[in-house]
């Protein structure tokens, strides 16, 4: 039976409910009027619930489709404004144990280079992305109890933490490790990370244990209850995602919303974001069986409808996706995206030669960050380096209640402004120097309260002047 505060993970993610809601969405999909109604009632910004989404993500009427790229866009604009925050993922070992179908990390898998940072290696990997402007990392490590234990991952938080080069800093660490204890998670908060990042993958059960079939990941409720977890141990900011291609889409659209309604209905808060990967070509991983399954359109839509569903919630999209994908997803909801990524372990340093591949995907857009944010500046955004509220406490349901107060929108802009000013008196080219300071100039007219206005004129000054790290 469907429960949304359950605990356990069939019944908050419940497969008949799942089956129902598709059933449904496709009886209705031609009733226009009913999908106009629910686009109408989503313009308040209050987000729409799992069955709603589903029904208009099935429709398959064009001119519907044209009215939710537009209110996705309109609902972006009114909580996140133009801004993009940037970040980028940091490999610290792909030793793992468990046997996922899709990914060549996977433990039998004899063909991949492994490779395990040391601490050495991490202050030269942080140097590198201190030296191209990152301010916030999403760490990125398999599944192997003895070569990556809790307390190694540990060790690496505080490692990164305190390095500090030229005028560099990571002021956010985000962790994507696999599903673990409450203990092991109450020593993350105390680490000091961001979010706390678990990709599902597939939520249907079945499908799961296909993809899963051998290591600790296999447990397809361990696996879908670790956020439950992870909450309980005070972490409050957790990313949702699954792995686009692996499974009907529509199944795990629906089974994403649940979770977040879930965390919502248990904990007051849901994820703090969604992440929206497709499967990308990889070491040994039959290109026949994963094939991107999810057409551009589709994924398009899928995108929108999740912005309309759950307003407050970040939206990630990494370089697994094409430049031309992610100007057309910046415009439909996503408000991260990764930027000079690399998907090796070791990748910063040194580029690795082919025949020694340590990568976990193909990436897509590969692009220096300086040629994003230039790209991203001439596109009309403002790319931001903002970690402002994890440091200032606003974690978990504090920041929601701000985001749903509309009061973020002041917030975001002017530490927006400010990072990227650091950012382009350090690291930027002249070019986009030239063209970011204009930008900061246009948007910071635009800040509505004038004392908040005359307190960013005066740090952009300070900034100039070589001082750091002001934030609201
Ligand atoms: Fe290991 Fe994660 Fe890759 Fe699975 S997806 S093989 S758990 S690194
Ligand atoms: Fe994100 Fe908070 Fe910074 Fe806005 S102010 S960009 S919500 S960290």
Request: glycine share 6%.
């Amino acid at each position: 039976m469907y429960n949304s505060k359950s605990k356990i993970a069939t019944e908050f993610i419940d497969d008949a409910e799942i089956k129902k809601t598709l059933a449904y969405a496709e009886e209705n999909k031609e009733n226009l009027e009913l999908i106009r109604g629910l686009i109408k009632r989503a313009e308040d910004c209050k987000g729409l619930n799992y069955k709603e989404a589903a029904l208009l993500l099935e429709c398959e009427d064009p001119e519907i489709h044209q009215e939710l790229f537009s209110l996705a866009e309109r609902i972006k604009e009114k909580f996140y404004g133009n801004r993009i925050v940037m970040f980028a993922p940091l490999y610290l070992s792909n030793y793992c144990i468990n046997g996922c179908r899709y990914c060549p990390y996977h433990g039998k898998n004899k063909s991949i280079t492994r490779k395990k940072l040391t601490q050495e290696d991490i202050v030269k990997e942080v140097t590198a992305l201190q030296d191209m402007g990152h301010k916030r990392l999403a760490l990125e490590a398999g599944e192997d109890p003895k070569m990556n234990p809790i307390e190694y991952i540990l060790e690496c938080i505080d490692t990164i933490y305190s390095i500090k080069h030229k005028n560099g800093a990571i002021r956010r660490v985000n962790v994507n490790i696999a599903a673990t204890t409450v203990e092991n998670y109450k020593k993350l908060k105390d680490a000091g990370i961001g979010t706390y990042i678990l990709f599902q993958e597939t939520y249907n059960k079945e499908s799961y244990e296909y993809l899963h079939p051998t290591g600790p990941k296999s447990d397809y409720a361990y696996h879908t209850e670790a956020m439950d977890r992870a909450m309980e141990a005070g972490i409050d900011d957790v990313g949702c995602g699954v792995l686009f291609g692996l499974n009907m889409y529509k199944y795990d659209f629906v089974g994403i919303l649940m979770h977040a309604q879930h965390l919502e209905d248990t904990f007051g808060c849901g994820p703090h974001t969604i992440s929206v990967p497709r499967v990308r070509p990889a070491d040994d991983i039959d290109p026949d069986e994963f094939d991107n399954g999810v057409p551009d359109d589709v994924f398009k839509r899928i995108i929108a409808v999740l912005r309309i569903a759950v307003p407050y919630t970040g939206i990630i999209m990494s370089t697994r996706e094409s430049k031309e994908m992610r100007a057309a997803a910046l415009h439909l909801g996503v408000s991260q995206i990764s930027g000079g990524s690399r998907t090796s372990v070791g990748g910063y340093v040194e580029e690795e030669p082919e025949e020694d591949n340590s990568a976990q995907f193909d990436v897509s857009d590969t692009r220096t960050l300086n040629q994003v944010v230039d790209w991203l500046i001439d596109e009309g955004h403002v790319p931001s380096f903002c970690t402002a509220c994890y440091r200032e406490g606003r974690t978990g349901d504090r920041f929601m209640s701000l985001v749903k107060s509309g009061q973020i929108a002041n917030i975001c802009q002017p530490n927006a402004l400010m990072t990227l000013k650091e950012y382009l008196e350090d690291y930027a080219s002249p070019e986009t120097k030239e063209k970011g300071e204009a930008i900061i100039r246009k948007r910071l007219e635009m800040i509505p309260n004038e004392k908040v206005k005359e307190l960013v004129r005066e740090h952009l000054g300070d900034i100039h002047q070589g001082r750091r790290d002001f934030r609201l």
